[in-house]
C-alpha cells in the first residue's frame, strides 16, 4: 500500500499571484515565439525543396520525364537520413507549395520581393540562414495554415484567406472553419461585405491553440525529428498504459509495438492508441480506445486506420490487420472488433477464437476505469 503524504500549505507571501502570473504570461509567451519561430523555418525549407524539385524538372526533357519515380527516389533517400517528413506525398505538396506561392507577394512590412529568389547555394552556413531567413519573411503564417489553403483551386481565395489570416489572427482551427463554411464565396456574394469581415474576426469557442499544442503541432514535431508523447487526458493515458500491460499480461502472443502512434492520410492527422502485433495470428492489432459510447463513426475511422496500415505498416507474409475499440463509457464498457473486409471468413473466426474474449476486455476497461477514478489504481 502506498502511504498517503498530507502536504503542507506555503505560507502567503504578499503579491505572490502577482509575480506567478507575470511568469506564466512571459514563459508562454516564449513557447509561443519559439514555436512560430520552428514553424517560419519549417515553411522556407519546404517552399525551397518545392523550389528545388521544380527546377530540376525543368533542367531538360529528360528530367522532366522522371516524375514521380524522382520523388520516389528523394523520398527513400531523404527519408533514411531525417526521418519522417519526406514522404512522397509530402514532397509533391511541397512542389505543390512553391507552384501556389512561387510569385511575387508583399512582405509583413509591404515590400514587394521580386521573383528573383533566394537561394540556398551551399556556399556557407551563413549565407543559407540568411537565405532562409528571407524566404520565410514572406510566409508569416505558419506551415498548417498553408497545407489547409493548398487544397483551394483558387489562387484569389488562398489570398483572401491568407490576408484574413494575418489580419485577424487566425489560428489554423479557424481558417479550417471558415474554409469549411466557404466564407470566401459568402463573402463575394454578400451585400455587406464590412459587416461579413468583422464578424470572421471574432473567435468562436475551442478555436484558440494553447502553448503546447502550438509546440506539439504534428508538423512541427515531425520537422524536427522529436517524439511525440502527447495524450489528451490523464484518464485516457491512464486506461492506455494499463491496458497495454493487461494484453501483455494476457499471454506471451502480443508484442507491444507503440502507443499513441501518429499517422496522416491526406492533411489530416490521426493517432492509434495502441499497436501491438500478435505472434500467433501474424498480423498487427490496431487498438482505439474512446472515452465515449461507442458509435458507427468509430468503426468508420477504425476501418480508416486499418486501411492505412495494411498499405504501410504491414510487412510481407503477414496477415490482414484487426481493429479493436474499446469504449470506457462510464456507466458502460465496450469491446468491438472490426472484422468486415478481411479476405476471408476463415481468417475472421481465427481472429475471433485466437484474440481474448469481447467480454473479457470489457471487464477489464470498467474495473480499470473504476480504480483510476477512486484513486486506487496504484495500490
Known amino acids: 500500500m502506498k502511504k498517503s503524504v498530507t502536504k503542507t500549505r506555503a505560507p502567503a507571501l504578499k503579491g505572490y499571484d502577482t509575480i506567478l502570473s507575470e511568469l506564466v504570461t512571459l514563459l508562454e509567451g516564449a513557447r509561443r515565439i519559439s514555436a512560430r519561430a520552428v514553424n517560419a523555418v519549417m515553411t522556407a525549407s519546404y517552399w525551397e525543396v518545392g523550389r528545388r524539385i521544380v527546377e530540376f524538372e525543368q533542367g ?31 514532397l509533391h505538396k511541397y512542389r505543390q507549395f512553391f ?3 512561387g510569385e511575387i507577394r ?15 547555394s551551399g556556399e556557407s552556413a551563413a549565407s543559407d540562414v540568411q537565405a532562409l531567413k528571407q524566404v520565410a519573411a514572406r510566409f508569416p503564417l505558419p506551415w498548417s495554415h498553408y497545407v489547409r489553403m493548398l487544397a483551394l483551386r483558387s489562387d484569389e ?25 466557404q466564407f470566401y464565396e459568402r463573402t463575394a456574394l454578400s451585400r455587406n461585405k464590412a459587416a461579413m469581415l468583422r464578424k470572421s474576426a471574432k473567435p468562436e469557442a475551442g478555436d484558440a491553440v494553447s502553448p503546447d499544442e502550438e509546440i506539439k503541432d504534428p508538423f512541427v514535431l515531425e520537422f524536427l525529428g522529436l517524439k511525440d508523447e502527447y495524450s489528451e487526458s490523464d484518464l485516457e493515458d491512464a486506461l492506455i ?67 492505412y496500415a495494411r498499405e504501410h505498416w504491414t510487412n510481407e507474409g503477414e496477415k490482414p490487420p484487426i481493429g479493436l475499440i474499446l469504449c470506457a463509457q ?50
Not at 485577424?168 to 469549411?180: A, H, P, Y
Open 106 to 120: 508583399p512582405t509583413l512590412s509591404g515590400e514587394f520581393i521580386a521573383d528573383k529568389r533566394p537561394t540556398l
Open 60 to 90: 531538360g526533357k529528360k528530367r522532366a520525364e522522371y516524375g514521380e519515380a524522382l520523388l520516389e527516389r528523394l523520398s527513400a533517400d531523404l527519408s533514411a537520413k531525417f526521418g519522417r517528413g519526406y514522404s512522397r506525398q509530402n
Open 157 to 181: 481565395a488562398r489570398k483572401f484567406y491568407e490576408t484574413e489570416s494575418l489580419r485577424c489572427g487566425w489560428t489554423v482551427r479557424q481558417l479550417d472553419r471558415q474554409i469549411s463554411t
Open 99 to 101: 507552384l501556389s506561392y
Open 330 to 379: 462510464k456507466d458502460d464498457a465496450v469491446a468491438r472488433y472490426a472484422l468486415e473486409g478481411l479476405p476471408n471468413k476463415v481468417i475472421a473466426r481465427e481472429y475471433l477464437t485466437t484474440l481474448p474474449k469481447e467480454k473479457v476486455l470489457a471487464d477489464e476497461i470498467e474495473k480499470t476505469r473504476k480504480r483510476l477514478e477512486s484513486g486506487t489504481a496504484g495500490a
Open 241 to 307: 498504459r494499463h491496458l497495454e500491460s493487461f494484453l501483455i499480461e494476457l499471454g506471451g502472443d502480443f508484442a507491444f509495438v507503440a502507443r499513441q502512434r501518429r499517422l496522416r492520410i491526406g492533411d489530416e492527422w490521426y493517432r492509434v492508441d495502441l499497436l501491438f502485433f500478435h505472434r500467433k495470428l501474424r498480423c498487427l492489432v490496431v487498438i482505439d480506445l474512446k472515452l465515449g459510447r461507442f458509435t458507427h463513426a468509430d468503426a468508420g475511422q477504425m476501418h480508416l486506420y486499418l486501411n
